[in-house]
Nanobody, 122 residues
């Protein structure tokens, strides 16, 4: 069983930065692909970024490429999402997810955190 707990959300002005964290329980941290998704009010949950189990491969949605960086700390069993140059359209609840196999769809991931709110003011 894998449990995920996100933190680091908050209110920030456009152009600012936030770093989200996802603490992962369990001994199989390095065996799971980790993803970040987000869901804005009235919209479907969408893929943001993904990192491989080894940490050597990442993939981003076009909307965040060049602004967001996903990384993982094996000593802390934690995945991070560094978000720079934030825009009002980045406002959403951000979710951490995990699965043994890679993917960009919501249905590709089995384990989910509870989400953390990110609000970007203009």
């Amino acid at each position: 069983q894998v449990q995920l707990v996100e933190s680091g959300g908050g209110l920030v002005q456009a152009g600012g930065s936030l770093r989200l964290s996802c603490a992962v329980s369990g001994r199989t941290f390095s065996k799971h692909f980790m993803g970040w998704f987000r869901q804005a009010p009235g919209k479907e949950r969408e893929f943001v970024a993904r990192i491989s189990g080894s940490g050597d491969s990442t993939y981003y949605a076009d909307s965040v490429k060049g602004r967001f960086t996903i990384s993982r700390d094996f000593a802390k069993n934690t995945v991070f999402l560094q978000m720079n140059s934030l825009k009002p359209e980045d406002t959403a609840v951000y979710y951490c997810a995990a699965d043994r196999y890679p993917g960009v769809g919501v249905n590709n991931y089995v384990y989910w955190g509870q989400g953390t709110q990110v609000t970007v003011s203009s």
